[in-house]
């Protein structure tokens, strides 16, 4: 049983870190990182493959507000709490709101969204995304890298290298249940001001 997780974790770990990485993902890029301490993935590699869920994520979305903003889809997102502050802090500062939106929680999402159906130019939103993107999964696998050597350190040989990566998932489901909640409680918020101010 362990020798499978260790297998899958392997075979298709970084496949899960990308797509993790595609919507809120630096509970993924964390794990991935973790892994890499490791030594089931490179570091580099679980750093690449964060930093192209994170750009691809943030180009779709950005693609779904710029080329289909009319979709029932799209419409749906633009009423989700948050995005219109997110479009007002686009107008007002757009290089700063796209290099910093995916560092807040719940706003990378509408953000993306936003951000298409502003005025910023395809080219600088790509290159701004690609960069944002780079520092975060450089930052957040180094976290997991890091999260690894403590945990080292503090179990020590107490326990298999197998359950060490058992711990590492649990912690990793945790850490994403716990970023869910808090992120439902600030859209909750989020609403409640709008609705406020609606009235």
């Given at each position: 049983m362990n020798g499978t997780i260790h297998h899958l974790i392997e075979q298709y770990?970084?496949?899960a870190v990308f797509l993790g990485c595609v919507a809120e993902g630096e509970s993924a890029a964390i794990l991935g990182?973790?892994?890499?301490?490791?030594?089931?993935?490179?570091?580099?590699?679980?750093?690449?493959?964060?930093?192209?869920g994170a750009f691809a994520g943030d180009t779709f979305f950005f693609t779904l507000g710029r080329s289909f903003a009319d979709h029932r889809y799209v419409r749906r997102l633009r009423r989700r709490p948050?995005?219109?502050?997110?479009?007002?802090?686009?107008?007002?500062?757009?290089?700063?709101?796209?290099?910093?939106?995916?560092?807040?929680?719940?706003?990378r999402l509408v953000g993306g969204i936003a951000a298409g159906l502003s005025t910023v130019p395809v080219?600088?939103?790509?290159?701004l995304n690609a960069l944002s993107s780079a520092v975060w999964a450089a930052m957040f696998s180094a976290i997991?890298?890091?999260f690894g050597l403590g945990a080292e350190q503090m179990l020590g040989q107490a326990f298999e290298r197998h359950e060490r990566l058992?711990?590492?998932l649990g912690v990793g489901v945790g850490v994403a249940i716990i970023a869910w909640l808090v992120g439902h409680h600030f859209a909750g918020r989020e609403r409640?001001?709008?609705?406020?101010?609606g009235s």
């Open positions: 770990g970084l496949i990182g973790f892994f890499a301490h490791q030594h089931i993935f490179v570091l580099w590699q679980t750093v690449l493959a964060a930093f192209l948050g995005f219109s502050r997110a479009y007002r802090l686009l107008n007002t500062h757009p290089n700063i709101f796209v290099l910093t939106n995916r560092y807040i929680y719940g706003m080219p600088r939103f790509v290159i997991g890298y890091v058992l711990i590492a409640a001001k709008e609705d406020q101010a």
